[in-house]
């Protein structure tokens, strides 16, 4: 089947009561883990592409990539998302390549770190809504900034610093009409997250909560929700790594959060911990190798074993099949008449 639009897979998860994991890529071995994971547990699944995985494939290599896992797996709707688009024009280039989903994170300034004002946030996420909605492309906005900077999109700081306001992400929805909404409760991009197991302290699944009673059909998104998990940081410092103690998002919270209105998880840095492990255990072990596919391929088999569990832990496991897909003019039309 072809790419599909995000708005769709979304309305479904709703429907449905479940929650689909978006998985960063940058090349074809996580395209391809990705999409393995995804026939394994027969899931519907969002891809998605940052602006430094674009920069880094060359953004046509990558989009011609995804034309082949459509090919390949054409049992699977599978959405192609702009992740963390710094400006109206980055989005408007990835809708014109052909991208089925854009996030336009006015949240933040084009620099990718700068707290923006609600006025620039909105000004922004209008100027993309128009655009994208035209080809029936969905829109991700974010209000609130997360915290970090690791990944290069974040305000710093702990991520205590900006959550997101209810009352302000119920009339920035009505402002924008964007399709999905990105929420910030503490969380940040990368491994170090959380000093300790995180609680109620540090992770504010009660304004989430409070955020899905104003907006109970807006699809919220969780960002920075890798679980960092011990035994992945484990192979990693096994191996010669050297990542210090932390904490990431307990996948129960997560489960919690889709119970009340979370229909998107972006996973990047678990499948990142993963892929290295593999890695650095097979330079380490046998240090006489050299062919990059003796370590590619179990890089990509513990990818896909993560991404397989979050498919699992999210609920989107199995529901493939339900999905017929709506071509976009039809999306676009739909965005016409509402
Ligand atoms: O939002 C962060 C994602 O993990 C993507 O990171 O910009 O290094 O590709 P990246
Ligand atoms: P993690 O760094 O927790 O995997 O978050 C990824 C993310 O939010 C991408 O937008
Ligand atoms: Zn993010």
Known sequence: ???????????????????????????????????????????????????????????????????????????????????????????KSAIDLGFTSVMMDGSLLADGKTPSSYEYN?????????????????????????????????????????????????QFVGDTKCDALAIAIGTSHGAYKFTRKPDGEVLKMDVLIQIHKLLPTTHLVMHGSSSVPKDLQDIINKYGGSLKPTWGVPVEEIQIGIKNGVRKINVDTDNRLAMT???????????????????????????????????VQFGQAGHAKEIIPIPMAEMAEMYKKA
């Not at 074809?28 to 969002?46: D, K």
């Not at 655009?131 to 974010?142: S, W």
């Not at 046998?286 to 370590?295: A, G, L, S, V």
């Open 122 to 170: 909105v000004d922004a996420t209008r100027q993309v809504v128009a655009a994208a909605h035209a080809k029936g492309v969905t829109v991700e906005a974010e209000i609130g900034c997360l915290g970090g900077i690791e990944d290069g999109h974040g305000a710093g700081g702990s991520g205590m610093e900006h959550l997101t306001d209810p009352a302000q992400a119920a």
């Open 1 to 91: 089947m072809p790419l599909v639009s995000m708005r769709q897979l979304l309305d479904e998860a709703a429907k449905g009561g479940y929650g689909v994991g978006a998985f960063n890529v940058n090349n074809m071995e996580q395209i391809q883990a990705i999409m393995e994971a995804a026939r394994e547990t027969e899931s519907p699944v969002i891809v998605q592409a940052s602006r430094g995985a674009r920069s880094y494939s060359q953004d046509r290599f990558l989009y011609h990539l995804m034309l082949a896992a459509t090919e390949l797996y054409p049992e699977i709707p599978t959405v192609l998302h702009l992740d963390h688009g710094n400006s109206p024009e980055t989005c």
């Open 277 to 311: 492990g593999a890695i650095r255990k097979v330079l380490m072990e046998t240090p006489e190798k050299f062919d990059p596919r003796d370590y590619m391929k179990p890089a990509r088999e513990a990818m896909k074993k993560v991404v397989a569990q979050r498919m």
